[in-house]
């Protein structure tokens, strides 16, 4: 049986703070080095905060890399920080593999 690590309200009350700022998501995730990243959005959805929407000033980074003649294009998520490879430029929607954040890009 797993054992259950409670919430403190000093937690909760950073958690609140920094997962509704404009902190990635890793910040987030080095402010409560005792706890998993599932845990952490497992307490925001419960506790009913989300990230900000990135219509409202951020947007990912795109980043057009060569290789092997090959053209590869890269989105840094926003969230996390992790960059995300697109199959093709015309991809409408991305979703980040490693925090699960979706972006609409611009054609």
């Known amino acids: 049986m797993l054992k259950e690590n409670r919430w403190t309200e000093e937690e909760i009350r950073r958690l609140k703070e920094l997962y509704t700022s404009s902190d990635t998501f890793n910040e987030i995730l080095k402010a409560f080095p005792n706890r998993t990243q599932n845990a952490i959005r497992m307490k925001a959805s419960r506790l009913g905060i989300k ?4 219509f409202f000033g951020s947007s990912p980074s795109v980043l057009l890399g ?4 090959d053209k590869r294009y890269f989105v840094k ?18 979703e980040c593999s490693f925090c699960g954040s979706l972006y609409p890009l611009k054609s």
Do not use: A, T
């Open 66 to 69: 060569i290789k092997k003649g």
């Open 77 to 94: 998520c926003c969230d996390c920080g992790e960059w995300i490879q697109l199959k093709s430029s015309r991809n409408k929607i991305v």
């Open 51 to 54: 990230r900000p929407d990135i």
